[in-house]
């Protein structure tokens, strides 16, 4: 009990209602090419209409990256996306009188790191948020008081804005001005600012006006009413899908009037206005240039892009989508994706053979097993397919192939809303296949041999069905429980629920109380997937026959944990036996 120095009433709580956390597995992680969009950078996306406004429409170069990411959210709802691009990608760009010159800004912290002076813009006004050629479409222009009242530049601002920008209350109020009933002092910090699509890749018709930030501030300290920065460099870095401020100080110092007044409360941040003394434009910006999508994707950026998903902690994924990898020969992608699954201990990693191995080629059988064998990643925590699917893109409006792996993992995903992580996704009932025309090629059932045998998964028209995943193999060739798909994702969803849940028992005395805790936390748990048809039998064993004086002399704590994981069933085998009319089945019957 607590320590008291006189009388009185102490009362404590002790919680002992800790339990084990049900753990999300349809998590589904890609990197992949893209038109548009950050670059190596995780974004969550839970729709196609939602890749499509952040990444871009599929392009020739870019539709098997985008296919195989929108081919898995069409079973799920959560993939979290890094874009990656060829080398030499750059950013469209604006300075003065059009000209600038192309930089690369990747993301938005990219982009924090160069308006804090690393890697600073130069003679860039105006840049498009991400790389790409897609950018030099676009169209960035800004007013203030003086450009409105130029009637040969200001036609299209007064079409989209009611009122010239003039003097926020924000900066009023910091130089003196007592309120509404006295004039506001002249600081015009005030200023409006168009996105256009010039070219009309955006929205689809040229001249669309996409984004209108008005009486944005000059002010780098400037705020809303709401406490929100109203500092046009913050409103576009937060707000703009499409553009950034790159060079502020093109917008220079107003000495003849904006300086913040003597002994002004409010500290840091100088007001700025175009100069059009150094400038010949009185409406700042203009036609965007310079976009770069850089050189052909290969595997090295993709793998690159894979190292924001090797550490648990900070990406909390479950289903690694390879995609069709750097090139339509490389087994490179592959093998990364499978290494990091394998590392992690938390997800599985799906990954398919190479498009010149199954597309409109021969011996895909005996191809499959040797892109398995150039992926060297024979274990539990990959899944491999056989094929591409033939589908349509209605973005380009044309038929295409495209890895299954997306769909596979898309499977498994979709296995969290209809029945649980340790059903197997393969067969008549949860194996379909959505948006496919045809396989790329139909294997025989000698060619479904060869590639079981060899731990890849097969996928069969089945008439009447449509296509169907025909296997439920992991990449493992030793034959064990771990050898199936379902079994990896039980003992997946196990291991990451009680090791989170475990987490409480640190620092914790190792004694009967707190092993007879972990026993009572853990085996409910297990009742409760023994009951959902996870596993058949179990138990724990936390107490002193493994937790022994030298186990707690080396301040460790160990709990045993048996589980029998249900099986799926592969092989079935069916006697019919004909009788003669006089037999009594009693008789014969086994």
Same mark, same amino acid.
């Given at each position: ?34 038109q ?17 406004? &952040? ?8 539709a ?5 990411? !929108? ?37 938005s912290?990219?982009?924090?790191? *160069? ?9 860039? &006004? ?41 003097t ?9 001005w ?11 910090? =005030?200023m ?5 699509? =010039? ?8 001249? =669309? ?24 460099v ?12 790159? $060079? ?10 904006? =300086?913040?007044?003597?002994?002004n409360?409010? !500290? ?12 010949s ?6 036609? $965007? ?29 479950? &289903? ?16 990364t ?6 590392? *992690?201990?938390?997800?599985? !990693? ?12 021969t ?64 067969? &008549? ?9 045809? $396989? ?5 059932? !000698? ?42 994702? $039980? ?27 972990f ?7 297990? *009742? ?5 048809r ?57």
């Open positions: 009990m607590a320590f008291q120095v006189s009388p009185g009433i102490n009362f404590s709580e002790k919680d002992l209602t800790t339990v084990v956390p049900n753990v999300s597995t349809n998590i589904g992680a890609f990197v992949g090419a893209f548009w969009g950050p670059l190596s950078y995780r974004t969550t996306i839970t729709t196609e209409n939602d890749l499509v406004d &952040l990444f871009g429409k599929p392009t020739t170069t870019t098997t990256h985008f296919w195989s990411a !929108a081919n898995f959210l069409a079973y799920s709802n959560n993939l979290v996306v890094v874009g990656v691009k060829g080398a030499g990608c750059l950013n469209a760009v604006v300075g003065d009188d059009d000209a600038g010159t192309a930089i690369q800004v990747d993301n912290d990219h982009y924090d790191t *160069r308006i804090a002076g690393t890697g600073p813009f130069t003679d860039q &006004l105006f840049v498009a948020k991400y790389p790409g050629v897609r950018g030099s479409s676009l169209k960035v222009q800004a007013i203030d008081s003086n450009g409105w009242a130029d009637d040969t530049v200001n036609t299209i601002f007064k079409a989209n804005f009611e009122n010239a920008p003039g926020s209350d924000d900066a009023a109020y910091a130089n003196g007592a309120g509404p009933d006295t004039a506001k002092p002249t600081i015009e910090d =005030e409006h600012v168009l996105v256009i699509d =010039e070219d009309g890749l955006f929205a689809g018709v040229a001249g =669309e006006v996409l984004e209108r930030f008005a009486y944005v501030s000059k002010a780098s300290d400037a705020k809303r009413t709401d406490g929100s920065s109203n500092y046009v913050d409103v576009m870095r937060n707000e703009s899908k499409y553009a950034y401020v790159g $060079l502020v100080t093109q917008f220079t110092t107003n000495t003849t009037g904006s =300086e913040k007044a003597a002994g409360p409010k !500290a840091g941040g100088a007001f700025l206005t175009f100069n059009s003394a150094t400038a434009e009185s409406v700042p910006g203009g036609s $965007l240039a310079g976009g770069n999508d850089g050189a052909a994707m290969t595997a090295g950026p993709i793998q690159t892009g894979w190292d924001y998903f090797n550490t648990p902690e900070t990406s909390d994924v479950t &289903l690694l989508i390879a995609g069709p990898g750097g090139t339509t020969t490389d087994n490179t992608v592959a093998g994706v499978i290494g990091i699954a394998k590392e *992690r201990k938390d997800c599985m !990693a799906f990954v398919s053979p190479p498009q010149d191995t199954v597309v409109h080629a011996g895909q059988a005996d191809g499959c097993v040797t892109a398995k064998t150039a992926m060297n990643a024979s274990n539990s925590y990959g899944v491999m397919d056989s094929q591409w699917k033939y589908q349509y893109d209605r973005y380009q409006d044309k038929f295409i192939y495209v890895p299954m792996n997306g769909d596979i993992a898309g499977l498994c995903a979709r296995l969290d809303f209809t029945h649980d992580a340790w059903w197997s996704p393969a067969g &008549l009932n949860r194996g379909a296949i959505k948006n496919i025309v045809k $396989l790329s090629w139909e294997p025989t059932k !000698a060619d479904r041999d060869t590639m079981y045998k060899a731990g890849i998964n097969p996928l069969v028209t089945q008439t009447g069905a449509g296509v169907i995943l025909w296997g439920d193999r992991t990449m493992q060739p030793t034959p064990t429980a771990f050898d199936r798909i379902n079994v990896r994702r $039980l003992f997946i969803v196990l291991e990451k629920a009680i090791s989170n849940a475990a987490k409480s028992m640190l620092f914790e005395f190792n004694d009967e109380f707190t092993r007879s805790q026993v009572n936390m853990v085996e409910p748990f297990l *009742r409760e997937i023994q009951g959902r996870g596993i058949t039998d179990f138990k724990v064993v936390c107490d002193g026959s493994n937790n022994t004086g030298v186990v707690i002399d080396n301040n460790n704590f160990i709990g045993d944990i048996y589980v029998k994981p249900t099986r799926s069933i592969n092989y079935i085998q069916l006697n019919f036996i004909a009788a003669r009319t006089d037999v009594n089945f009693t008789e014969i019957g086994g």
